[in-house]
């Protein structure tokens, strides 16, 4: 990501085409890197410049050939460093390559969830349809295969979608419950942890996690292990069926990183159900990682990325949005938006309730 693009010369073009022909060489060696513990030891034995190319195959009970040619291609990915005497040390692009949380969590979920699937997104643009999500299982959407993922696909998936929610739940919390709150809906409550949240920091509110069957049973069964068996419910739902209902009792509705899972026409029917659920009280939260609220290119490149899985894998459709289409969809759907903040590093909330009649 260059700061301007348009000034690169031709030989920096080409060499930049290059890359992204070769692209997944570097991913997967990334990857080999990384599992086979050749970053782990260099970084670990950086004194005196960092150990040889040799060292790293009898260390590691790895074959010279193998430690090479992974070396030769993170050297001129930048990812190593190699000196006059034949030393390898991390790059800064190594460094974070292999300790930064965030790009761990993105580098797991790309290679376990996505790289196959990602096969298949010519023809995902033209039906329409998830059609790389055979590589996982066979199901409409990936929604419904969560819960019967192979345990390193599921493990990726949950960690990519917790990481980019949980650290915004503790402020999330005392900005909601400033106000009297007895009731309150968590749709796609995923594994519980917002649910769960919410019952240690307020002992008196009720909480119902609406989703689908199988997530809806992890969800509650999570809950019970943590002692909260009385105050969180479920309500079953599928939110393409054709008439989706929900209560309607609720003080508050809350959606974190659930609508961008759906089609423009699939959140307006969404938001349309919660707000027939609604009285002239009660609020609906949308907090999301809109692609136009993003402070540095970096964060905004992760979300379009992240378009292309849903395109080729989860359900064909639905894509990270800008707030723009959001607040209309909110406007269109019977709502006012009341309230328009940041909260945490990549995330908006939107606090709405119902039109006034």
């Given amino acids: 990501m260059q700061a301007n693009k348009k000034n690169i010369n031709a030989f920096e073009a080409l060499e930049e085409a290059h890359r992204i022909a070769f692209a997944p060489f570097v991913f997967q060696a990334s990857v ?11 970084f670990e034995n950086r004194k005196g410049g960092g150990p040889t190319a ?9 074959s010279s050939y193998g430690v090479g040619v992974l070396l030769e291609i993170a050297e001129t990915s930048n990812i190593v460093n190699k000196c006059e005497a034949g030393k390898y040390e991390l790059s800064k692009v190594g460094y974070f390559l292999n300790y930064d949380t965030t790009t761990s969590v993105n580098l797991n979920f790309t290679n376990e969830v996505c790289y196959k699937g990602l096969f298949h997104l010519d023809d995902a643009i033209k039906t329409g349809k998830p059609e790389g999500l055979k590589e996982l299982g066979e199901w409409p959407t990936i929604y419904e295969g969560l819960s019967k993922l192979q345990p390193e696909e599921q493990k990726a998936w949950f960690d990519f979608d917790h990481h980019y929610s949980d650290n915004i739940f503790d402020e999330a919390l005392q900005k909601i419950f400033q106000k009297d709150i007895k009731t309150l809906f968590d749709i796609g409550g995923n ?10 920091f307020n002992k008196e509110v009720n909480i119902t996690i609406v989703d689908l069957p199988g997530q809806l049973k992890i969800a509650l069964a999570n809950a019970e292990k943590r002692g909260f068996k009385d105050s969180i419910t479920g309500h079953p739902i ?28 699939e959140i307006l029917k969404i938001l349309k159900t919660c707000a027939d659920s609604m009285d002239d009280n009660a609020e609906l939260i949308i907090v999301e990682t809109f692609t136009d609220r993003q402070a540095f290119k970096a964060s905004q490149f992760i979300l379009e990325a992240t378009s292309l899985y849903f395109t080729v894998l989860a359900n064909g459709n639905s894509k990270m949005y800008p707030a723009s289409v959001f607040i209309k969809l909110i406007e269109d759907a019977g709502l006012q938006l009341h309230e328009d903040c940041k909260i945490g590093e990549y995330h908006t909330m939107l606090v709405c309730k119902k039109k006034s009649q």
């Fill in 191 to 200: 594994t519980g942890k917002f649910s769960i949240k919410c019952a240690e």
């Fill in 32 to 42: 080999s890197l990384r599992k086979l513990g050749i970053l782990d030891y260099i």
């Fill in 238 to 265: 599928d939110w393409l069926s054709e008439n989706p209902q929900i209560p309607t009792d609720a003080d508050l509705i809350w959606m974190c990183q659930f609508l961008d899972c759906f089609s423009e026409d």
């Fill in 54 to 62: 040799e060292e790293i195959s009898e260390k590691l009970s790895l």
